[in-house]
């Protein structure tokens, strides 16, 4: 059975930084695209950043250059490490993984966590 436990949201000021854990379980994870997406309250889904098997990584425009997406194929977890935080990334945080789906706007398609929740304040 495949899960997704994600960790490390929290509550910090604009301009701080937080680092989230995804850890994976039930497939092989080094094969599997793995990404993040968020959802914030009357918003729509938005795909944060993505890392496929083969290292590569996507980020969306809105979070290029603060956001960083890693893995650790021996740890069976992925990363996304936030920094210079702003309010408007307040948002249920996400981590999903596919063998299939592989761009910002689909990786929500495949397994995925319950979410940590990341609330940052001006």
């Known amino acids: 059975q495949v899960q997704l436990v994600e960790s490390g949201g929290g509550s910090v000021q604009a301009g701080g930084s937080l680092r989230l854990s995804c850890v994976v379980s039930g497939y092989t994870y080094s094969s599997y695209c793995t990404g993040w997406f968020r959802q914030a309250p009357g918003k729509e889904r938005e795909g944060v950043a993505r890392?496929?098997?083969?290292?590569?990584?996507v980020y969306a425009d809105s979070v290029k250059g603060r956001f960083t997406i890693s893995k650790d194929n021996a740890k069976n977890t992925a990363y996304l490490q936030m920094n210079s935080l702003k309010p408007e990334d307040t948002a249920m945080y996400y981590c999903a993984a596919s063998g299939t789906w592989c761009s910002l706007g689909t990786i929500y398609l495949g397994y995925g966590g319950q979410g940590t929740q990341v609330t940052v304040s001006s």
């Open positions: 890392i496929d098997s083969d290292g590569s990584t």
